[in-house]
């Protein structure tokens, strides 16, 4: 929102070209013509599902190595990577950061189900 207002006070108080704004500001030509020709305050981009083409298939034997480090001591646990190389054995084709960005939503997953009460009644913390 900051870079926004910066843009536009550049280049209608200021009287800036498109060029000497981007320079100046470090921002892409197409980033200043999106700014100036709209009347939005804030940009973002939130993609709706994240695509799992590759990982699908192996959503199984991924759930298997993360439910097996659950009981397992911290030592005793396999890493992201170690759980990445095992899957590319046993022949998955895709990338790190899918084992990654999955593992971390089926973590999170597990650790939203704890509740904390945020409200003690008197005497009782």
């Known amino acids: ?29 197409n980033t200043v013509r999106k700014i100036l020709r709209s009347n939005e305050t804030s940009f973002s981009y939130e993609r709706e599902r994240q695509p799992k083409p590759k990982i699908g298939p192996w959503q199984d034997q991924l759930d298997g190595f993360l439910n097996g480090n659950r009981g397992k001591a911290a030592r005793e646990q396999l890493t ?19 084992v990654r960005r999955y593992a971390k939503k089926a973590q999170g ?17």
């Open 1 to 29: 929102m900051d870079t926004i207002a910066r843009v536009r006070r550049a280049f209608h108080v200021q009287g800036w070209s498109l060029k000497r704004i981007c320079r100046e500001l470090h921002v892409s030509r």
């Open 80 to 98: 992201l990577i170690r759980i990445y190389e095992e899957l590319c054995s046993l022949g998955y084709e895709g990338g790190y950061d899918a």
């Open 109 to 125: 997953s597990a650790m939203a189900d704890a509740y904390v009460p945020l409200f003690f009644a008197p005497g009782e913390a």
